[in-house]
Each structure stands twice: as structure tokens, then as C-alpha cells.
């Protein structure tokens, strides 16, 4: 499959030159790892006329904690993710979310940071990112500033970036004190494949439960009624089913190709009752461990 | 047979070096220069539509373009069975992604581009996208004219053993009748009758399908392709392009190694478009490569099948009579896809012992995709609704559903279902041993609620689907050091048969397989072979070495009795040297005179090269049969049976199946090399588990294919095997098979649907009659059944 | 439009040109001669074009021939210099693969986990080998002469 539209590429090494291009290119796209963009310029889903590499960009590959915050530079893949120490250590449901990125030889490439740049609905990042409550951090050259995720999808492949603008990393405040995550992602298969449903959850003695879903709705949904319903009541036979309820009332799934709009309904209460359980089971102990599939 | 020494053995694969090193070397591998030339194909957006006008003006002013080619240069058909496939379209296309015209340019970014400037006008017609729409509501499946997707299906010439329907979308109706059926009915304590259905499924070899034509300024036209079938290729672009002046002698099919086939690659498909094309660009090769897309929707696909089943059994389980309804969703061309019609109409049975049996196996045309071969050929298709609903009789009549099977498994000598008899076979051997493996009639039982285990078991049969004559051969060359080269035409498809070709010929020629090299084909210089299909390979190219190497030892033989006057009687051959049965110390090793010959005193030599020639065709075999009842011929060579069964588990609240083991057992007749048996077994049983599970192709209501990639067809990882693979040879020997050897290749993926859907129901107590079952189709049957 | 690039390729400096359109795959294949990664699905499915750029794997046909200007990139070609991996050597004797199309991608691929994992248990080489596809051999002969490279048992 070749690429039949032409289109220039440059490798600036510095934050200015990639500002100053953007501003004087409006067909300019910025390229990480490729894996969609270049999947997409076969396909003629874009046509750009000139791709600035941002690789050469030097500190966009770190992670970094400080005061109860992670950074996860632009350039940082999903590999990168799941053999940080860092991440282990401070909320390694990051790195079970990253597992279930496509394959191996596509995670040593594809960024967090392009991932919610494409913002296609079937996305891994953003549940992860919506029950963190993350900022995007943005630069326009001049100024830097954060956006709360909740504001940064605005639909299927949509969101608030702006053409002159560049996404430098994303900021994951931790919660203080113990905490828990659990990832789960519903595929057709154990092996790779697009997610049909995704769901987050975040459980800290602190701050209470986020719950978060994704592939079920044109962006990321954080449930915020089941979220205020578990604030008064344990998960339990009788709560459980009116948690299911909730959900209905949360998500707006439709069908497609990879699964029913029934099935992924059904499949997102399942996905939430037991990431509830093991959520709160891997609050007291280190098991269930992160990273293993659980449907 | 006496001790082998090399047949039997698993000696490692004769190509394994150049596939680990990366240097085997693949049609796309092949350099061509720069002065190749690419061609894109304009593909048709409609499944049904006229063509009113084509506009390529644009294109060929493009830079770079050498040429634009449409329909009217070529207003030729052919096919394999039948003649109704266009090597592009004539005045109508009859399914989306029908190639219409193409360009052909010095890139293939230009060829793309020029592509898209090609103007097509089109009259959009109501495509027949369904068996049910294109059989129409007449009894005799007559339709109007316009209605019919071949109006000239009546003048397309044919094999003898077709039988079109006039007037109708029907290509060829198989009838298979036997017994008196309406007796029969009567005379079973209970009929069960039920429908299953079947959908389209891709190969997905991993190689796509890629062709280079080249017609030098004398005429003479080459083709560079990823097939399955190098000298049925040549046959059929001399046929179809004869019209040019070619001929067979002018005309080289050059194969190298092919990356998967599964049947895909049988026959021709797109290479036609490489060798019309090639001719209009004399001096310059042309390049056709299909894309994962293209090879979803432009080559073969398996047809879809919907099945009415009726059965006839006594109280103790027999079954008495057999009635199948198969109604084949072909696609729009059948030209090859009207033989897995045929082959599943006359087997579909089963491998069961019944005495009265109505078969109507029909081959429809729809506006979808070319139908074709795929591993199974047919009968994966028909044995899912026959297997399961074996399982569903069983449970009626409080049977143990392998019991029924034993029941009624066929024997040696019983009468199929056209008349002729069944061979030799280790069936009911099969059934013990995967009962056994598999602990039939032992419950688990898991401590997770949510997780339901089932077991299934399914039998299975299939026979070479092949013309009566179909033919292998084989030329064997010495080299000086005694090592040989196997020249055959079959297709190192990666089932491995240039390794089990080579210990073939160093078993009789007591020469290390080591020193055996097959050589890829080249139709200029390797001998004939009908094609590598049907699993009969192993089995009838197997006689051609055989025969080959045995002629080589003949001749061997022949030279040392001339030169040193030895009794020929005498003489055998051992560890790669001529020896004597009378002088012990006689050893002349066979590198000293296989190519030189055997020098005398007086200075004078005898022999020379020694070359080997071999052929085999079956000559018992005939398709000739009385067409309203298929009795009398003997169309099928011979049956290779076997039965597999598997344990699943499954979440009951997400439909997802694991799948902790799977047992199969095969009668391979000789298990020539047992590794290699078992790779088929491993390969198929996993190719099978996804067309149940996993894959399945979808069409828009338009006719277009909506998951023509890997990303929306999930063809398994390797997350998805299952834990524990237990493969188990049998062998009943084959008495006209190379040491007693029959194919086993394809049989290894056809239970696996039945088996896995038994197995469902064994966990769930639900019945699933319309593959695939999905997670998702498995939990929302669950889910509706609660409410 | 061609620009000239650097790349390390198999060990040896390499001078080429490419245009911002070429596609690694293409580049490796088309320009260097280095035909073991192959053409599959062309969208990152399949892995059969899979090659190493700096150590790490990568699909190369999801990959610009120009952005591993002053990179390394390793083909199945250039991993064999002392030899058979020990990898290759189990994959021969155990027969692991049929049609061998998806061969060099799994090679690459096995040979990149064995470098960042040397030990790794059945699970792990699964998941290290799911984004290849084999349609032959149902994966199990494959993994298992993985398993016995690293001498893995669970």
C-alpha cells in the first residue's frame, strides 16, 4: 500500500521551529509514532501537505512525578508506560490499560499523547484518563496551559486542539493515599483488536470511587450518578442491579460492525460489577495482579 | 512393508533453512528491474450494474501512465469448470470490487492515481444479494430475464458432471437419490427436521495474491504467481487468451514459494489480469499485486450455505434415512465454486451408513463476491448443520450423541450415497481414541459459577474433489554426488510437501532426505501436475516419485548388471551405494556413476544420467453419473475419515469460549511424516475454532464488504489457541497410496464447527444453528432465553 | 522531492534517497534489497513487515522511510552475522512454520523479546507474538520453539 498524495516532512529540534511551521503551514499535522497517521494517509483519510516529526524534540519522552502529579510527555509510548517504574509504583492501572493497546511492535511506537490527539470512540487512553481526572497540557509557542480531559474530547476524532496548537504531555494527578485502578477493555478476542467497551475505575480511601467508560458513547463518559450512588452504598446483590440501571442512563453505545449496541450495554454492567470487585479487592491486596485480562 | 528408513520419520522440513533465514523467495520477492511496470485495477463500486460508458481519457493523459485498458480488448471469458468469469467486465458488473478496467503505469502511485481518473458511467441495478432472492418464489426457481445474473447461462460451456438450470440463478444442481425416501420416513419412529446456515469466509493467507506477466517481442508470455495450481493456470490463460495466438508452449508459468494458499490461490483469479495485461505492454513486465482489501473481495471467498436437514431414525438410534437441502450462495462467478457444490451434494452424508438419501446440493448466483475453494472444500460447510444435528436427534432419543455415531459410522465396503463403495478406514479406531483422550462422559464442573464446561464431538470425511483424470507426475534428476533434484508442479504451500516428496524417493533410492532438493515449478520445465488442492497430493504426486525414483533404480540396476555383469536380482540398493545380495563386499557407491556412467577396461563408459520419470493418474475413477439421481459413476478416489472432540469453557454472562483442549484424530492411511501430520492438525484445528468463534464477512445492504482487513476479520493471535492440542495419527493404509499414504490436509479444520457448537450446548443446553458463534451471539441467545 | 538519508541498515552506513511518501517497508525492500519483511495487510495488522529500528520492533509498513534518517534499522538479514539465532535453530528443528511468509516478522519479533526478556514465561511470549499473524501452523510449534530458546516452562 503505498501513499499517493504528496506531502513534505521535516524533523525540527526545537519547540520554536515546530510552533513556527504549524503557524505558517494550516495543512500541517504533527507526526509521533504514525501508527494512525500513516495508516490514515494510505487510506486518504487525511492529506496533509507537510508532517512535522516531533521525535528530534528532546524532554517530550519523559515521565515524570512530582507533588502528587504525574507528567507523561508527548512523546511517550504505550511501551514506554508499561515498563515504567514510575508507573508501577503510582498507578500502574496505567500500564494495564497500556497492555491492551494493539501489539507489542505498534506500542514501541504510538504515543498516549497521539492517541487522544486521533480521539477515535474506540480509544484505550481515555477512560483511563477521564477517571484521573488528567489535564492535557497545551502549548501554542507563546503560553502553556492545562485543559481538564472532561473538556478536551468533542466528538469522534474531534477535539479542542487548535492547528497552531501542540499537546506537550498529560498531567495525572494521583490520589493521596492508597488507591486502586482496574482496566478492562472488551474486544471479540483475547488477541489485539479495537475496543468494543471500555471501562476505568479508580477506588481511593480518600477520594472515593471513579468510574469511567469508553467506546460506548461519540467520547469517554464518566458516570458520575454511579459514582454518587456508591458514595452512599456498598456494591452489593441488592445495589448491583441498580448500578446496571445507572449505566443505561450513562452510556449511548451503537451498533456497528465489531458489536450490538445490546451487547455492549449488557457487557459494560458485567465490565463495572467486577472491576468493582477486583478494584476493591486490590485496594487491601496486592492481588488480583494488574496487567492480566479479566474477561 | 518391511522397515523404512526414511518414510515415517519426521525428518525436519526439506525448505525450513530458507524460511528461517528469510531467504525463501516469494512472487513479490522476485526482482523485475526497473523497467516494471504496475498495474491498478478500477474496481466497480456497484453488485449489480450496467456499464454505459467508460471515460479514460484523464488517466491515460496522466505522466507516467503507459497504458489504460478496459474491457473491450479483452471481450474473452473462461474458468476452470465452467466458462463464465470475464477477464474484465463485459457491458455489466456483477459484484463490488469487479475489476473494469485497469492502468497500467511506471509507478504505482501514478497507476493509483490514474485509476481514480478513469470515468465509469453505470445504470444501478437491484443487486440479489441472498440465496432466497435469487432462487425467486417460482417452484422451479425460474426467473425473469432481467431477475437472471447470467442471462446466458445456458450457452456457458461446462464439465459434464454440471448441471445449470435454465432460466434460473442456478448453476448446477447436484441430485443425490437414493432408497426410497418417502418408505423410509414412514418406517422411522421419529423425523427431525431443522435449518442451520453457514456464512462467507476469507483464506487470509498471509501473502496476497500478486502476478507478473511479461510478453517478450516473439510472443512468448510469462507469468510470475502466487498459486496453487502453475499448470491449471497455464491451461487456462492459453484457453482464454488463445484468441491472441497464444498457445500452451508459449506460455510459462513461473511459481515460487506461495505464502499460504488454503485454497485461495487454486485455479486463476486475478492472475488472468497479469497475463492480458503483459500483452498489451509487449518487452515489459507488469505487475499486479492485490492489497489485503483486494484479497478479501477479489479472489475467492468460501460460499455461504443454508442448509434444511431432515432425518429419519429408529428408536435404537439408526438412522434410516437422509435428507439435505444445501443452497450455496456462490457470488457472481462459479466458474470453480460449482465444484464445492458438487463435491459436498455427493458426501453429504457424512461419513454415516444410511440406506435412503435425498441430496439437493444447489449452486445459486448472487451479486456478492466469487465463490471458490477453500480447505474443506464444501463439506466444512454442510458437516456443521449435519454434526449438530446428529447431536440434537441423540438428545432426543436420550442416545449419548458419540453412541449414535458409532451406530451409524460407515465401514469398509458400506454403499455411499451415489452407489459406489467405502474404503479401508480407521474410523470407529478414531472414535475410541478421542473418546478416550478427551474422557467422553466425564462432567467437569468448575468452582467459578460464571464458567460452564462443555464437551463436543463431531466425525468427519472427505474425499479428493477432483476431475476423474486429474494427473501428477514427476522427473527425477541425479546430480554427481548422488544427491537429486525432484522436478514435480505440485505447490510447497507450506503443508510440506516437497519434504514428504523427498523421503518418498530416498526410501526407494536409500539416499538421505538431506540430499534431496524439490524444485519449484516452472511449467517450461517441470512436469505436469493438475493441481496442489484437494489434499490428494501427497497421495497421487506421492505414486509419481514413487513411480519416478523406482524407474531411477531400474535404470540403476540396469547400468550394473550391463557394465560388471551382475544378476539384477542380486543387486539392491543401501546407504546411497549398489550392493549385492551374493557379494558382500560389492559396494559401488552411486555418486561414481550416476552421472558419468561406468567405465570399463577397454576405456569405454556405460549409463550416463540417470533421470527418473513417474506419473500417476487414477484410472478407476469417473464423474459420469445419472444426473437425477448421481448413481452409477465412481466420482471420488477414496475418503479419508477421522473425529476430533474438545472441551470449552464458557462465561456465561460474556459469551466468551476458552478453549482448554482439543483432540483430533486422523486416518492418514501412512503417516509419512508424522511432525508434519501433526502441523496440519495444529493449523487446521486453529482455522476451524476461528470460522466458528470468531470470523465472518459482512455485507452492506449495497453488496459491499464491510471487513475486508485483519482489523474487522479476527483471524486468530496467538492469545487465541487453546491450551492443549492433542493430535492422534491413525493408519489404515491406503492400498493405492505411496507406502499406504492419503491426504490428510484439509480434514483438520472441518469438525471444528460442529464440535465447538455441541460443546455449547452441552454447557448452556442452548442450540446454535447459524455460524459464527460468537461471544457476543452465544451471550445474547443466553440473555433472551432468561427473559 | 527525494532527500537524501542516513541509515544505519544491518550494521552498514547507508546512504539513500527517499521521497516523505515512501513507506519504510517499501524503502527496505525496493531500495536496500532487503526482502525478508514482507507485505501482509499493509495497516499494522499482520506484522509480516516487521523489522528493528534502534533495537526496538517496529511495523515497518506504519513507518516513513524518512524518519529513520540517522537511525538504525535491523532486518531479519542482519540479525543471522554469527550465525543462526538460537531461536532459528529450535523454529528448524521443530518444524514451526509451514508457508514461512510470516516467518521473519515472528523471528524479529521473538528476537527482541528474548534481548528484553530473557526469561520469559508462556504468557508473556504470547502476548510478545500476538501482533503476528500465521495463518499455517495454529502458532503452537512457533511458541514452542520460543519456549525451548529460553528454556521456559510455565
Known sequence: MTIINDFDY????????????????????????????????????????????????????????????????????????????????????????????ASKAIRNRATMVGNIC??????????????????????????????????????????????????????????????????????????????????????????????????????????????????????????????????????????????????????????????????????VNPAPAYGISHL | MGNLKYVGKSVVRQDGLEKITGAAQYVDDLDFGQHLLYAAIVESPHANAEILKINIKKAQGLEGVVRVVTGDEFPYRFGLYMHDRYIFAQQRVRFVGEQVAAVIARTPEIAYQAAKLVEVKYKVLKPVLSVHDA?????????????????????????????????????????????????????????????????????????????????????????????????????????????????????????????????????????????????????????????????????YQRQGVNAKIKVGVKNNGEIVALEQLLYWDAGAYV??????????????????????????????????????PYRGFGYSEFLFGLESHFNEIAKKLNIDPVEFREINAIKEGDELSYGAKMNPNGLMEAIEKVKKEIEWGKKDKSSDPNIKIGKGFSLFWKAPAMPPNASSTCFLKFNEDASINLLISGMEIGQGYFTVMGQIAAEVLQIPPEKIRCVTPDTDRNPYEWQTVASHITWSCGNAVKRAAEDARDQILEVVHRALNKKIEDLYLEDEAVKSKTERDFNLPLKDFVINGIGLKDGTFRGGPIVGRGMYMPEFSSALSNPETGQGGKPNVHYTVGAAACIIKIDKETGKVQVPKMVLAVDAGKALNPDLVKGQITGGLLQGLATVLYEDMRFDKNGKLLNSNFTDYKIPTTLDVPDEIVPIIIENPQSDGPFGARGIGEHTMIPVAPMIGNAIEDALGIRMRHMPLTAEKICMTQLTRRD | MNQEIKVMVNGEKRKIEVKPTDILLDVLRNKLGLKSPKCGCGRGDCGTCTVLINGKSVKSCLVLGIEVDGQEVTTLEGLMDNGLLRVQEKMLEGNSFQCGFCAPGFIVMSHELLEENPGPTKEEIKEAMAGNLCRCTGYTPILEAIEKTCGCKE
Open chain 2, 335 to 372: 466458474e470453480y465454486g460449482a465444484n464445492v457444490v458438487n463435491a459436498a451434494g455427493l458426501s453429504a452424508t457424512g461419513p454415516y451408513r444410511i440406506p435412503n438419501v435425498k441430496i439437493d446440493s444447489v449452486c445459486v448466483y448472487t451479486n456478492l463476491p466469487p465463490g471458490g
Open chain 1, 118 to 283: 486521533s480521539a477515535v470512540p474506540c480509544m484505550d487512553s481515555g477512560a483511563i484518563l477521564m477517571v484521573y481526572d488528567a489535564r492535557i497540557v497545551i502549548s501554542d509557542g507563546k503560553n502553556e496551559w492545562d485543559e481538564p480531559v472532561k473538556k478536551w474530547f468533542k466528538g469522534p476524532r474531534k477535539t479542542i486542539l487548535k492547528k497552531n496548537q501542540m499537546v506537550m504531555g498529560i498531567k495525572l494527578p494521583i490520589p493521596k493515599g492508597d488507591h486502586s485502578g482496574v482496566y478492562m477493555k472488551l474486544g471479540r478476542y483475547k488477541g489485539e483488536d479495537l475496543a468494543q467497551a471500555t471501562c476505568a475505575v479508580v477506588l481511593s480511601k480518600k477520594e472515593g470511587i471513579k468510574i469511567s467508560f469508553g467506546s460506548v458513547a461519540p467520547t469517554p463518559v464518566r458516570a458520575l450518578s454511579i459514582e454518587k450512588f456508591l458514595k452512599n452504598n456498598e456494591l452489593n446483590e441488592q445495589t448491583v442491579n441498580e448500578i446496571k440501571k445507572l449505566v443505561e442512563k450513562e452510556i449511548s453505545p451503537i451498533d456497528d460492525i465489531r458489536a450490538s449496541k445490546e451487547y455492549r450495554m449488557h457487557m459494560v454492567k458485567i465490565m463495572l460489577e467486577r472491576s468493582l470487585v477486583i478494584a476493591k479487592e486490590r485496594l
Open chain 1, 10 to 101: 521535516v524533523r525540527p529540534t526545537n519547540l520554536k521551529e515546530v510552533f513556527k511551521l504549524l503557524n505558517q503551514n494550516k495543512s500541517a499535522m504533527l507526526l509521533a509514532g504514525g501508527t494512525d497517521l500513516i495508516g490514515n494517509l494510505k487510506e486518504e483519510v487525511i492529506k496533509p501537505k507537510l508532517l512535522i516529526d516531533i521525535k528530534n524534540i528532546k524532554g517530550l519522552n519523559k515521565i515524570k512525578y512530582a507533588k502528587n502529579e504525574l507528567l507523561i510527555g508527548a512523546l511517550v509510548t504505550f511501551d514506554d508506560l508499561i515498563h515504567s517504574q514510575v508507573i508501577l509504583n503510582k498507578c500502574p492501572v496505567v500500564m494495564e490499560m497500556a497492555k491492551t493497546v
Open chain 2, 135 to 299: 432462487l425467486g418464489v417460482h417452484q422451479d426457481f425460474e426467473v425473469e430475464k432481467n431477475n437472471m445474473i447470467h442471462p446466458d447461462l445456458s450457452e456457458y460451456k461446462h464439465v459434464p458432471w454440471f448441471f445449470p438450470k435454465d432460466k434460473t440463478n442456478i448453476a448446477h444442481f447436484r441430485k443425490i437419490r437414493k432408497g426410497n425416501m418417502e418408505e423410509a420416513f414412514k418406517s422411522a419412529d421419529h423425523v427431525f427436521e431443522d435449518e442451520y446456515s453457514v456464512p462467507r469466509y476469507a483464506h487470509c493467507a498471509i501473502e496476497n495474491h500478486v502476478a507478473v506477466g511479461l510478453l517478450d517481442h516473439s510472443k512468448r508470455l510469462t507469468l510470475w504467481t502466487a498459486s496453487q495450481s502453475p499448470h491449471t493456470q497455464r491451461h487456462l490463460f492459453a484457453e482464454a487468451l488463445s484468441p491472441l495466438g497464444l498457445t500452451h508452449k508459449d506460455i510459462r508459468v513461473i511459481t515460487p514459494y506461495v505464502g499460504g494458499g488454503f485454497g485461495g490461490k487454486a485455479g486463476v483469479s486475478m492472475e488472468i489480469l497479469a497475463a492480458a495485461l503483459a500483452t498489451t505492454v509487449p518487452g515489459s513486465p507488469v505487475k499486479v499485486l492485490w492489497n489485503r482489501s483486494q484479497e478479501f473481495v477479489n479472489t
